[in-house]
């Protein structure tokens, strides 16, 4: 039994600590973050006031939050995790945030003697429940082996990427091929349709070849039905894009398709579509066709 | 037995023409297009000069050509095919042409009471070589009925999209796809190694989610080693989105990341890349990056 200080119980956080409570481990969460989750509370979980104090009764802290600027609040504001770090605890940011600020962060946390591994997930709140979410760690073998166990109890496809930072780096990789892959998809059967041809019959012939993705299987399929509750929301893939389009710009190049991606979501925000699943990005290539594929 | 007139027998027209004649089909070739491979003329294929003659021959007329002034030219000009067409006869363009062309070359073909499927593939030559190509087809039921036997001689995956025509515009939309999943990938490894992570290991971590596609495994792997020799060419993928580009244009509706992927295309024909594989797109974005993945 490992105690888990756990930072951020929302769709995400909070299915994610009960897998880790379902296995054995004490959890510790702090209401002044966000009210503690009254099931597992009454299932064994402590509650303390301030990170800091939830900090000082477990060996991991576990954050799922926001953004950088959350994390950044969680661990070094005013009663925060790092007043009380020392050597033998691990930070564990679970939060998709700024790949290079995550390196800065990782510095200051490692200055107190504690481990720090940056482990962004892919894979929704199906995911989190399932405990089968991707994990993408950044961090130090020794520090990704001892945390291994506990990944386990929330994911399945688990990678250590790198030093501190890969993790993040890799999950604004994941983001942008994601992206760009359904606005490929959008685009293939915007035309295809307005060219005359059946989307859903073309979306089937290419599955067997070279254009096939899991995008083409899931995305395509809800946009050739039209079912665009998400799933995975335009503003979230919003801020994802915008972790990469500011990363690069700090890094000095350039994300063609990536902006022109984020120029798509924003025209589905003006229609409406901030809620909607990532998918109905098609709907602004169909408004620039001024055609829709579903008839 | 069919007797199949077969026009352009080049890198995929030779070995299609040879898994065709393999299952005990009787060629024809025409030497007024391309020289008439001797290996299958040994075999015992039959040369005329024209392409009238060939089709006087033959109960199905393939064509493999490089675009669509070539099938034209081929059908409808002096001493072509359709100077002879007559019911029973099946014209098939396997060829990858203008989808909007495609509508009215089928309907000139059917004046003349003969059957017409458009029939362009996927797989390269090495698929050609293994007989297991993707035949994206349009065209009638019945046409497609009688014709599949052939095509289970040349292919794998093949499927009846709908309508002539509809089998270009499939074909458009799969290199729409694959294009676009190409740059995806090229955009994610390229802001993933200037961000200090190890491409290979952001690839092999992505792989297992819904980053994950058929470019992710084959291109990815490409453009982590290097390995640009073709497979398929630059300058041929430019030609697939020329047409893609132009369908657009003439249906009044944009393509966006499909104009941003041949830009790079154009971008790396002017570092001398014509020939280089389509995954050598990532060098247009390594430029623009002032940075190579491999170091």
């Known amino acids: 039994m490992t105690t888990i200080a756990f930072i951020g119980t929302g769709i995400m956080g909070k299915p994610m600590a009960e897998n880790l409570q379902k296995a054995g481990h004490q959890l510790v969460f ?16 402590q509650v303390v006031h301030s990170a800091k104090a939830a900090a000082e009764l477990a060996e991991y802290i576990i954050l799922m939050v926001p953004n950088t600027p959350q994390v950044e609040d969680v661990l070094f504001s005013e009663n925060g995790v790092a007043e009380v770090l020392k050597p033998g605890q691990t930070v564990i940011d679970m939060s998709s945030i700024s790949p290079i600020e995550t390196k800065t962060i990782a510095a200051r946390v490692k200055e107190t003697g504690a481990e720090y591994l940056d482990a962004p997930v892919s894979g929704g709140e199906v995911g989190a429940i399932n405990a089968a979410l991707t994990i993408m760690v950044g961090g130090s073998e020794e520090a990704y082996a001892k945390a291994l166990p506990l990944f386990e109890v929330m994911g399945k496809n688990i990678n250590l990427v790198g030093d501190n930072g890969a993790g993040q780096i890799c999950k604004v990789a994941n983001q942008i091929i994601v992206a760009l892959n359904i606005e490929a998809v959008a685009e293939a059967l915007v035309f295809a349709s307005k060219a005359g041809a059946d989307p859903a019959r073309v979306r089937e ?8 993705s899991k995008v ?44 022109s991606a984020q120029n798509l979501f924003d025209a589905c925000v003006k229609l409406g579509g901030e809620g909607w699943d990532h998918s109905a990005l098609i709907r602004a290539i169909e408004e620039l066709a001024n055609h829709s594929i579903r008839q």
Request: charge should be negative; avoid cysteine; aromatic fraction near 6%.
């Open 30 to 45: 702090s209401d002044h973050y966000n009210p503690a989750p009254a099931d597992l509370v009454a299932n064994g979980a």
């Open 205 to 212: 012939a290419l599955m067997g070849g070279f254009a096939n």
């Open 216 to 259: 083409l299987e899931v995305h395509g399929e809800r946009m050739v039905k039209g079912t665009f509750d998400p799933g995975f929301r335009i503003q979230l893939h919003q801020k994802d894009l915008n972790l990469a389009l500011s990363g690069a710009e700090a890094l000095g190049m350039s994300l063609p398709n990536t902006q």
